[in-house]
């Protein structure tokens, strides 16, 4: 290994290269069909997609995709050092990058690095064509499963390219065989490669990894706190039990919750049930208890300390879950609060690491550590431990969402953080799932495991963040009897299996998939048209998308139905789909924070029904009326005025697919047997002068369309109604004393600007 060869090739710098002749062979078998190639963290699998893209580069364009901005930095860094090509022809897209300034660049690039969303946001609004890529690479090919990006655009890469080639690469595919061949379906993939850190070509690069895994005893007091805590479980169980909805009372696994969950959910769709509403609160409740207890038993008092304080203030929260307040009035719950408090906050779990990363510190100054948690909290409290160590210099490395008190990393900070780790300025990493993939951290001394994980693939991605460059080791901490050791054996368990799974898959994948129409795989009513379904005069049904829905993946779902996207600004409504018909869509949880926090739902609702003749609201998903603490019938009430005062039709679509496929048939109905095509009209119309001052005397406290209509009846002007007395308003139908005093306050009171 000192005497190091490099490859030599016209696109390749001199001397950047490493020759391998297990990457060499394995981008040989890669350039002869698209592959799915397998291979262990730190082992190269950039360079393997490197040497693909020399090859198809004469060809055209040729893209890697990866699923975070880091990770695309990252690529896009090395692949501007390695390749003997201007470095603007290597372009980076994010979501930060203008959409007009990456059409621009996109026809001047050889080599694209993106991150997926974006790539699929510009097709879906027709931005950019896949027709002379010669190869997509698609790194951490393990995510292309349900509706994650890589789906849509290996579809569409195979539907457009010319001369399609797809490179897979991943480091842990996962132990299941359908999963596996879901990820090689998804990319039209024919061809898996495997190569282990026991094979011949690659053992000469291979370093040993010590892995050691140390128990921790559960202390005392945390056991008591369980204790009050399955109390509560048990009470939920027993009531679960008593209502039917399980066989017996012993305490669930998660995947048994969430199967139940799912049943429950698929029940209530289709008989509303006051024993189903029941049920599913309490599952909700349970979940919340389940994940107390072993917050308590895998990660100590402080980390149950913001746990509690968090879901106290949901509990008082306005948009809070029902489950959430029960849970906190419970007598056994308080008990564990005021239990909680006199307890001692130290973590054994603390301690040990604290020694580890010391040990390591002091025995060899440069290192770099890295300490896995599962919680964002844990990795507040292991890096405040951490500052107390000499020697030492840690740092939090955690996601972008932000939550109660926990501020998350934007990208930026991410790659800033990543930096001054390489650069020594940090030596230790404490780090949530966000460290697991692919980026390129320094060569890794020691890997903690605050707590194990039950996923083989996050598993493997964590060890494989020591080992790269010289030896390294991996310590595993276990919470004696709690979930740790479940988890732990569960993982090593799946691991093994991958290994038998991928040793003995066949490695000729016919992709059934190449055989199937976008739609094929969808079995419903819209698979089986009516012999009588007039045809489309005009090509293919056209649906007006607005730019805000492309997060969703209902315009995706349209286009898999072979609708005609058009992704525009609309001012009014989510979809368009003839001159008459406009639809809102509002998922469940939208809907009820429109009524929480005060948006102006009615106001949509209006500028929807003067815009179109046949206006439609379409709501969407589960939980209407279990979601948040708003009574039954104040959501009842808004879905009346709705329907009766505004005369647009509420339709319920179960999710974003059903969404698309009820959008869908409107949009046939509405295209079909000659009917006009589309021009957008779509603007928020000029209010009559009677739909003005409705408006003007609507937008008061306490007043809906209704009351405004009966105080204009009554007054006769705008004027009349603001200059009332508190006695005359109250004279107008559906006007009480609370209405007649807000209106006046609004009205008499000083502005206090």
Not at 281 to 289: C, N
Not at 405 to 415: E, I, N, S
Not at 419 to 433: C, P
Request: net charge neutral.
């Amino acid at each position: 290994m000192s005497d190091v060869q490099y490859i030599n090739h016209p696109i390749l710098k001199p001397d950047t290269v490493e020759q391998r002749l297990y990457q060499l062979s394995l981008a040989g078998e890669a350039l002869k069909k698209s592959t799915l190639i397998v291979l262990p963290t730190g082992l190269g699998k950039t360079v393997v997609a490197l040497l693909v893209m020399v090859a198809r580069l004469p060809k055209g364009k040729v893209m890697i995709l990866s699923p975070t901005k880091p990770l695309v930095e990252q690529h896009a860094a090395f692949f501007r050092n390695t390749l003997n090509i201007p470095p603007e022809e290597v372009v980076l897209f994010t979501g930060g990058t203008p959409p007009g300034k990456r059409a621009l660049m996109w026809e001047k690039a050889k080599v694209i690095v993106s991150t997926p969303q974006v790539i699929e946001n510009d097709l879906l609004a027709k931005k950019v064509s896949l027709e002379d890529v010669s190869c997509i690479i698609f790194d951490e090919a393990h995510r292309a499963t349900g509706d994650y990006s890589y789906v849509y655009i290996g579809e569409k890469y195979a539907l457009q390219s010319k001369e399609p080639l797809v490179l897979g690469i991943t480091a842990s595919p996962g132990s299941d065989p359908s999963k596996i061949q879901e990820v090689c379906a998804a990319l039209h993939i024919h061809a898996v490669e495997i190569r282990t850190d026991s094979d011949p070509d690659v053992r000469p690069y291979v370093f040993e990894k010590d892995i050691d895994w140390r128990y921790v005893t559960i202390p005392v007091e945390i056991k008591a706190l369980g204790q009050l805590m399955d109390k509560v479980l048990a009470d939920r169980l027993n009531k679960l039990y008593d209502l039917g909805l399980i066989p017996s009372s012993k305490r669930l696994s998660k995947r048994e919750m969430l199967d139940l969950q799912a049943r429950l959910q698929s029940k209530l769709r289709s008989f509303p049930d006051q024993k189903l509403y029941q049920g599913i609160s309490l599952l909700a409740e349970i979940f919340k208890v389940s994940h107390a207890i072993e917050i308590a038993e895998t990660q100590g008092v402080s980390a149950l300390e913001k746990y509690f304080e968090r879901l106290q203030n949901e509990a008082l929260s306005k948009s809070g879950s029902k489950a959430a307040k029960r849970l906190m009035d419970d007598l056994n719950m308080r008990q564990a609060v005021h239990h909680l408090a006199g307890c001692d906050g130290n973590n054994p779990k603390l301690g040990i690491v604290k020694e580890l990363v010391e040990k390591q510190v002091a025995a060899a100054p440069h290192s770099r550590v890295i300490v896995f948690t599962n919680y964002r909290d844990t990795a507040e409290l292991v890096t405040s431990a951490l500052k107390e160590v000499p020697g030492v210099k840690p740092v939090r490395f955690v996601g972008q969402a932000s939550k109660y008190k926990d501020a998350g990393l934007t990208q930026k900070q991410q790659v800033e953080i990543l930096h001054k780790f390489r650069e020594g300025e940090y030596n230790t990493l404490v780090a949530t799932s966000v460290a697991e993939e692919g980026l390129d951290i320094p060569a890794t001394d020691l890997v903690v495991f605050f707590e194990p994980i039950p996923s083989e693939i996050r598993s493997i991605q964590r060890k494989g963040r020591t080992g790269r460059k010289h030896a390294g080791r991996v310590v595993i901490l276990m919470a004696k009897g709690s979930k740790d050791e479940a988890y732990h054996w569960s993982s090593n368990r799946r691991e093994r299996t991958m290994q038998n799974t991928m040793k003995n898959m066949n490695f000729e994948i016919e992709s059934k998939a190449e055989e199937k129409t976008p739609t094929e795989a969808q079995k419903n009513l819209l698979d089986f048209p009516s012999k009588t379904e007039p045809e489309l005069k005009n090509g293919k049904i056209k649906v007006f998308v607005d730019q805000r829905e492309i997060r969703s993946n209902v315009a995706r779902s349209l286009e898999k139905l072979g609708m005609d996207i058009e992704l525009r600004t609309l001012e009014v409504g989510d979809y368009v789909v003839s001159d008459r018909v406009g639809i809102e869509r509002k998922t469940v949880d939208d809907f009820l924070s429109t009524l929480m926090d005060g948006r102006d739902l009615f106001g949509q609702i209006s500028d929807l029904r003067r815009t179109f003749d046949r206006p439609l609201l379409i709501i969407e998903g589960e939980g209407l009326y279990t979601a948040r603490q708003i009574h039954a019938n104040s959501i009842r009430g808004v879905l009346s005025s709705i329907a009766v005062d505004f005369g647009v039709p509420i339709i319920f679509s179960r999710d974003e697919e059903d969404t698309a496929a009820l959008i869908s048939i409107i949009a046939k109905r509405e295209q079909t047997d000659g009917k006009k095509d589309i021009s957008l009209h779509g603007k928020k119309t000029s209010l009559t002068l009677k739909e003005q001052q409705e408006y003007v005397i609507s937008s008061l406290p306490e007043i809906g369309p209704a009351v405004a209509r009966n105080l204009l009846l009554h007054f006769g002007s705008v004027e009349q109604v603001m200059s009332a007395s508190r006695e005359e308003l109250m004279e107008v139908g559906l006007v009480g004393p609370k209405t007649a005093d807000r209106i006046r306050e609004v009205v008499n009171g000083a502005y206090k600007g």
